[in-house]
């Protein structure tokens, strides 16, 4: 039997250079454990650290977020319980991306968005053939629950590869509901801007039934602390459609091997490569506004 690999924790993180606009939201975070509270799931790909509610809060104070997402980690499966009682404790502030399949019933799903979840989250992540992570839900079951999606005015968010985007676009661009691409489509950002992949993510994005998450740099290179390649990716989304991108730390950064980034060194990137202040204030705040319905 395979060892499950165990995650680093999380470094401190450190207060950015710029003053961070008011109402800004991290879009994209995950809260694990305590495990003796919430257990991780047995399938899971890898062990994180606990990384509860009150680490979460004191990373999004020092960097100056009024708000945040929080996102279902595979590491839990489909047991969102971390999750919805971090929200439920913190409704004005929390919004989050649950995981479920088309066996859950109406009641549950109108439960969660009075809780605050806007979306659910699926996988089609592969590597070597098969999805990458435990615990996911993959793209028959979002196609099968689109519609329930959209009547509540929430969204599908995709783990995908930009790889596979040129076959899977045309699909989501079919269904009744908004999609939310993770991490810039985490690609290879050593691969360039002029693959068939990431030239269909900017396509998907400029048609206006896309949104993407500025996130993850430190998934698309190992470039640490800086990632260079991942800056044409961050520069070309931008020039797409900034009414449709949103920013996220990816806190407390899951399966890492290289060095571990710093929050608030990730949000200087963003800063520094975004450029305008009007333009962080649309990604930053507008925009997730909208999103996610604070």
Same mark, same amino acid.
């Not at 489909?78 to 409704?91: C, E, F, K, V």
């Given at each position: 039997m395979t060892a499950i690999p165990s995650c680093k924790p999380p470094l401190l993180p450190i207060p950015p #250079?710029?003053?961070?606009?008011?109402?800004?939201?991290?879009?994209?975070?995950?809260?694990?454990?305590?495990?003796? #509270?919430?257990?991780?799931?047995?399938? #899971?790909?890898?062990?994180?650290?606990?990384?509860?509610?009150?680490?979460?809060?004191?990373?999004?104070?020092?960097?100056?977020?009024?708000?945040?997402?929080?996102?279902?980690?595979?590491?839990?499966?489909?047991?969102?319980?971390?999750?919805?009682?971090?929200?439920?404790?913190?409704?004005?502030?929390?919004?989050?991306?649950?995981?479920?399949?088309?066996?859950?019933?109406?009641?549950e799903l109108d439960r969660w968005d009075r809780i605050g979840i806007r979306g659910l989250r699926f996988n089609h992540f592969f590597r070597g053939g098969r999805l990458h992570y435990g615990g996911g839900v993959g793209l028959d079951e979002a196609k099968a629950m689109a519609g329930r999606l959209n009547a509540r005015g929430w969204h599908v968010q995709l783990w995908i590869d930009v790889k596979d985007l040129p076959d899977v676009s045309p699909v989501l661009a079919s269904w009744p509901v908004d999609v939310v691409i993770d991490h810039m489509g985490r690609t290879d950002a050593h691969a360039g801007t002029e693959t068939e992949g990431f030239r269909a993510l900017l396509r998907f994005l400029e048609s206006g039934r896309c949104w993407v998450k500025l996130s993850g740099a430190h998934r698309l290179c190992d470039d640490w602390p800086d990632y260079a390649p991942a800056r044409p990716f961050h520069d070309a989304l931008v020039r797409a459609n900034p009414d449709r991108l949103v920013w996220g730390t990816d806190w407390p950064y899951p399966r890492i091997d290289a060095e571990m980034p710093n929050a608030g060194h990730l949000l200087d990137l963003f800063n520094a490569w975004t450029g305008s202040s009007e333009l962080r204030r649309k990604i930053l705040v507008d925009n997730p506004a909208r999103l996610y319905r604070f």
């Open positions: #250079r710029l003053k961070t606009p008011a109402g800004a939201c991290d879009t994209h975070a995950h809260v694990f454990g305590p495990a003796q #509270r919430y257990p991780y799931a047995a399938d #899971r790909s890898y062990t994180p650290p606990d990384a509860p509610l009150d680490a979460y809060l004191a990373m999004l104070d020092t960097l100056g977020f009024a708000r945040g997402v929080l996102v279902q980690g595979s590491a839990h499966g489909r047991d969102n319980s971390a999750m919805l009682d971090a929200i439920a404790a913190n409704p004005q502030r929390l919004r989050g991306v649950a995981v479920a399949d088309r066996s859950i019933g109406d009641g």
